[in-house]
């Protein structure tokens, strides 16, 4: 069969990403630009500045994508673009960008989720297989899905508040670090230890998730100590949160592991990026022989070969969406089976 090359776009949060990716696994070039440092000082990403930057920059990290591949958009066989879920205003850049691209060109226009983009990060560099267990873990979801094949997607359990990433980004916030929250705690977590107390989650058999009580925990921890003008052990607070909150995905896992006996597991989203959650999760794997696959750093914040890699079996099915496409800002990854 030809070699199938799609030219994919993610500008759903504060990165503007464009990437070229072959038969949906084969990274021939990708590009990240992040906004992070400009809405670092502000402590968290402010909407409006962001879908500006990336009106800004988009045709640029369009033309180093293309320089890097030496290849132009006419070589492609698709356009796709991250639709939903995100910012409204960020992913209205990209889904136009891509909808002029496809007209000009005359390409097929694919949308995609970009909670699949995450999943699908797993398909590049490595083998999916199904059925599988997939945990998604980012700033605004915590999702156990089970994937029978490409696009069959089970909803097994999700956060009933917050999403695990908006809790690392609150506490570590509390915990005077900067913005990004996790990759921080994570730092400050290497140097302390698991002392405090913190409450257990949703304590029952179903594969919900919960994180609000620990993060009003940490929150209100801290506010008590520094009422009695007492100093926290800030490594020790972080290394506390971090286990517990990595606690509450292991449990679940467990739990999906014993009851349905399925054998390979992928993890998707920004949160995945860390390492001791990493091991967690590939200790439990081990327990219940079940092979855990984790995709390549790079691949697990947002990026647009997450994107391509998921447009290619809509690609393969000719599922093509109209240049009346539209953004939107909330979308369940069950709809898209
Ligand atoms: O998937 P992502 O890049 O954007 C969303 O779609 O939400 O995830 C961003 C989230 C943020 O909450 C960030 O703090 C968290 O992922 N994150 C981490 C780490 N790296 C990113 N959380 C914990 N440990 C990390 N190393
Ligand atoms: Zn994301």
Redesign the pocket.
């Known amino acids: 069969m030809k070699d199938v090359y799609i030219l994919s776009v993610e500008t759903?949060?504060d990165e503007t990403s464009i990437a070229i990716v072959k038969n949906g696994e084969d990274v021939i070039a990708l590009t990240i630009l992040t906004q992070m440092d400009t809405h670092a000082n502000f402590g968290g990403v402010i909407p409006e500045i962001a879908s500006r930057m990336h009106t800004e920059n988009i045709t640029m990290v369009l033309e180093e994508t293309l320089n890097k591949a030496h290849m132009e958009v006419k070589d492609m066989d698709a356009i796709a673009v991250t639709y939903a879920p995100?910012l409204l205003g960020s992913l209205l850049v990209g889904v136009e960008f891509a909808k002029v691209l496809s007209y000009v060109y005359d390409k097929p226009l694919i949308k995609v989720n970009?909670l699949i983009g995450?999943i699908y990060a797993n398909k590049i560099n490595n083998k999916m297989k199904f059925p599988c267990l997939a945990l998604i873990i980012?700033?605004?979801?915590t999702e156990l899905i089970k994937m029978k094949d490409d696009y069959d997607f089970e909803l097994l359990g999700e956060t009933q508040d917050d999403a695990i990433?908006?809790a690392?980004?609150k506490v570590a916030r509390v915990l005077g670090l900067k913005y990004?929250?996790?990759?921080n705690?994570?730092k400050l977590a290497l140097e302390g230890q698991n002392t405090y107390k913190l409450p257990k989650m949703v304590n029952d058999n179903s594969y919900n998730f919960s994180y609000s009580g620990l993060k009003s925990a940490v929150i209100n921890l801290v506010n008590k100590e520094k009422n009695k003008g007492l100093e926290i052990n800030k490594a020790d607070l972080a290394c506390s949160f971090q286990t517990a909150a990595v606690d509450e995905l292991t449990r679940k896992l467990e739990i999906a592991l014993k009851e349905t006996n399925i054998k390979d597991v992928i993890i998707a989203?920004?949160?995945s990026?860390?390492?001791y959650?990493r091991e967690e999760i590939a200790k439990i794997c081990h327990k219940y022989k079940a092979k855990l696959n984790l995709p390549d750093f790079i691949y697990?914040?947002?990026n647009a070969a997450m994107i391509g890699a998921a447009a290619y079996p809509l690609y393969l099915k000719k599922e093509f969406a109209d240049l009346d496409l539209n953004a939107c800002s909330n979308a369940d990854i069950v709809e898209n089976s």
Do not use: Y
Request: with cysteine; hydrophobic share 15%; glycine share 28%.
């Open positions: 759903s949060c995100g970009h995450h980012s700033g605004g979801h990433g908006e690392f980004d990004p929250g996790g990759p705690i994570e989203g920004g949160v990026a860390n390492k959650l697990c914040t947002d």
